[in-house]
């Protein structure tokens, strides 16, 4: 009778010990260990993006303009001083001279001069105008010798139907996000090539992935993009270059603002799931993280769109059941 308390405390003793000499420091290692894997993660970053030039194009306004704003460290300003302090050798692109020298200015009254000698170079160029880029990536080889990170951020988005929208407006999207992004990334990559090292960032969407009515010119060119930095990953991988695709969800930008509509006026509304979407802050730190762990791709979206995602690629039937019924809706809507 007495044995049973006996043998109870006994396990109770060795489960105690078991506790004290093999869980607790099992589970004290494995969080060292990953503090310290972070840390190592992090000094990595740190190194990487230190002394690099990083060439951001669409740096004028929304994803872009924060993406320098951010680094590391949540609050903006904060971010721009420890991102001038890590000492990345900036290149600012847009179409707006004037804006990119306001940016550039309060990037230099941020900098910390014992930490960062770089005062960021700007570079105006229109993506619809394809010899203003190759003259702007020989500016940039020009005075900087060299771009290790090159980010091509700028874009416009699209609203519209197919059937009334003009191939001109199809025609202006695809320039933008696709072949304007193309022709600078080949105009830099011998230099690339040359010097074995580069690391090129492609900004997508989930429309890259899937297809949403009334976004045709927008998602087919986010479609493109995808496809086309998926093939020039995988080709110049033997140079040690490294590819990354970013697709995020709805972000708090001007995007929906500066969209062209189908007879190629801008469209000039905020839309709600824009206003609603993830901050530039939030997703220019997923961008730096990816970039400084140079991660092949990386959704940024909701469980939603995810989801859409996956079912788009598993049950196709029901993915376009829904985008037609979405379609019926929306039209609705406007009719109304
Ligand atoms: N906001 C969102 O919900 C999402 C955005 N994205 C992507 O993020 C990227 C950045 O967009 P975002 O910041 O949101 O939008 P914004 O409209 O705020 O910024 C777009 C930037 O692209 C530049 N740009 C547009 N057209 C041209 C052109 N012809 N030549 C040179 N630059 C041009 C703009 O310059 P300017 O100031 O002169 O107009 C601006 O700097 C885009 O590729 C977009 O597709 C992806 C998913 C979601
Ligand atoms: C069993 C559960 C099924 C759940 C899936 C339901 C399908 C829901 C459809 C969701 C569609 C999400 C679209 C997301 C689009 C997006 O995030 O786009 C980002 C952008 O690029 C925004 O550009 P825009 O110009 O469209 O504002």
Known sequence: MAAEPARKAVQKGRLMDLTSTVIIPLLFGSLGLFSLFRLL??????????????VVTGATSGLGKDIHFSLFLASSKECAKAFHAAGSRLVLCGRDSEKLQDLAQELSAMTDHRKNIHKPHTVVFDLL???TILNAAEEILKYLGHVDILINNAGISYRGTIIDTGLDVDKKVMETNYFGPVALTKALLPSMIKRRQGHIVAISSVQGKISIPFRSAYAASKHATQAFFDCLRAEVEQYDIDVTVISPGY???????????????????????????????????????????????????????????????????LFFNLMATRAKKERKTKDS
């Open 251 to 317: 972000i708090q930008t001007n995007l929906s603002l500066n969209a062209v509509t189908a007879d190629g006026s801008r469209y000039g509304v905020m839309d709600k799931n824009t206003a609603e979407g993830r901050t530039a802050a939030e997703v220019a730190q997923v961008v730096l993280y990816a970039v400084g762990q140079k991660k092949k791709e990386v959704l940024v979206a909701g469980l939603k769109p995810s989801l859409a995602v996956y079912l788009r690629n598993l049950f196709p039937r």
């Open 129 to 131: 105008d394809t010899k």
């Open 41 to 54: 993660q992090w000094m990595r970053m740190r190194a990487y993006l230190r002394g690099a030039v990083v």
